[in-house]
C-alpha cells in the first residue's frame, strides 16, 4: 500500500510523466530503495531522465510532497469507498499480459472482478460504431466461439462492434472487460445499462485515467491501446482506413500479438466503408483472414500465442528452482 500512495503522490508532480515515475520506480527496485524519501538527491537527479528532473528532484525533498502523500492516500480511500482497486504496474495484481507491452499504463482503475486480471486468455473483439449487419452477425457468431473455448472478451464499450461484442458475451454467460476511459463517467452514457450489466455477469471495468478526469479524444487512442495490451489476439470486426479501431490495430502489430479479420473472399460483403480498413489489412497481409470454417486453426494459433506470451514468466518461474 505504501508503495501505491508514493506512486499516486508522484503523478500529482508538475511534468511527473509515466515515464519518469516507470524510471524512478525502477531504480527504486534495482537498488532495495523501500522508499523515494531515501534516495540521494544527486543519485536521483543522475536517473532520471526528464527535462524536469531539478523540479522533481526538489518536490520530492519538499514538504510539498508531504501534501502530495496525505492527498494521494486520501484519493485511495475514496476509491476504496467507491468499490474501486488501485492497481499500479508494481502491484502483484496487475495484468502480466498487460505488462508485456512497452507503453503499459502505470496505473489501472478497476471495479468488478479484478480476478480476471491475472488471466492470459483474453481476446479483443473490436470494430467501427457504424456497423452493418453484416458485421453485427460476424461479431455475435465469433463472440460465440471464443467464449465456447473460455476466452474473456476485452473490448472498449463504444457503440456498435464493442457493445455487441460485450452484449453477446453476456448472452454466452461468458467473461468480458470493458477498456474504458474512466469507471466513474461511463460513456456512452446509452451504454451505461450494458456497463452496469457486466459487473452484475462478473466482469470487470478497467481504466488508466483516474475517476472524474475530463474525457478528450486523445484518451480514447490511449484507451485502445490497452485493449490490445490485455488481449492475445484482435479481431478486428469492421473498420473504415482512419477509423478508431486502426488504434487498436496498430498497437496490436507493434506488439506482435495476433490480428484476425473476416475472411472476405468467403463473405458477400457489400462495398462500404466499414470494410475499406480490413481489405486493406490482408491485402497488405497483416492480418490473419478467418471464417467459421477455420475456427479450430484460429483456437490453435491463440493458444500457441498465449504460450508464447507466458514464456519468459516460466523460465523466470524455473529459474528459481535451478
Not at 500512495?5 to 516507470?22: D, Y
Not at 480511500?77 to 495484468?95: A, K, V
Request: proline share 3%; charged share 20%.
Amino acid at each position: 500500500m505504501k508503495n501505491n500512495i508514493e506512486i499516486l503522490a508522484m503523478s500529482l508532480i508538475k511534468g511527473m510523466g509515466p515515464k519518469s515515475i516507470t524510471e524512478i520506480v525502477k531504480f527504486m527496485q534495482k537498488n532495495n530503495f523501500k522508499s523515494v524519501l531515501d534516495i540521494d538527491s544527486d543519485l536521483l537527479l543522475s536517473n532520471v531522465a526528464s527535462r524536469y528532473s531539478s523540479i522533481i528532484v526538489n518536490e520530492l525533498k519538499s514538504n510539498h510532497f508531504m501534501e502530495y502523500l496525505d492527498h494521494a492516500e486520501n484519493q485511495l480511500e475514496s476509491l476504496s469507498h467507491n468499490n474501486i482497486d488501485f492497481i499500479t504496474f508494481t502491484d502483484t495484481r496487475y495484468p502480466a499480459i498487460l505488462k508485456l507491452a512497452d507503453n503499459h499504463p502505470v496505473f489501472l482503475y478497476c471495479k468488478g472482478n479484478i480476478n480476471l486480471l491475472s488471466q492470459w486468455n483474453n481476446v479483443a473483439v473490436v470494430g467501427t460504431r457504424e456497423n452493418t449487419e453484416l458485421g453485427e452477425k460476424i461479431t455475435r457468431k465469433s463472440v460465440d466461439f471464443l467464449c465456447s473455448h473460455d476466452y474473456t472478451i476485452v473490448s472498449g464499450l463504444a457503440l456498435g462492434i464493442d457493445c455487441i461484442a460485450h452484449h453477446q458475451a453476456l448472452e454466452n454467460n461468458g467473461k468480458t472487460i470493458a477498456v474504458l476511459v474512466d469507471v466513474k463517467n461511463i460513456q456512452p452514457a446509452s451504454n451505461r445499462d450494458l456497463a452496469n450489466n457486466i459487473l452484475d455477469k462478473d466482469g470487470l471495468w478497467i481504466a488508466e485515467n483516474a475517476p472524474g478526469t475530463r474525457i478528450v479524444p486523445g484518451q480514447f487512442v490511449s484507451r485502445d491501446r490497452i485493449q490490445s495490451g490485455l488481449s492475445a489476439a484482435v479481431f478486428a470486426i469492421e473498420t473504415s482506413i482512419d477509423g478508431g479501431t486502426m488504434h487498436a490495430v496498430r498497437n496490436c502489430l507493434k506488439e506482435n500479438r495476433l490480428l484476425f479479420c473476416p475472411d472476405l473472399e468467403r463473405l458477400a460483403y457489400p462495398e462500404c466503408k466499414q470494410i475499406e480498413g480490413i481489405k486493406e489489412l490482408l491485402v497488405q497481409q497483416k492480418a490473419i483472414p478467418y471464417s467459421k470454417d477455420s475456427y479450430n486453426e484460429v483456437a490453435v494459433r491463440i493458444e500457441q500465442m498465449i504460450s508464447q506470451l507466458q514464456e519468459p514468466q516460466k523460465q523466470e518461474q524455473s529459474s528459481l528452482f535451478d
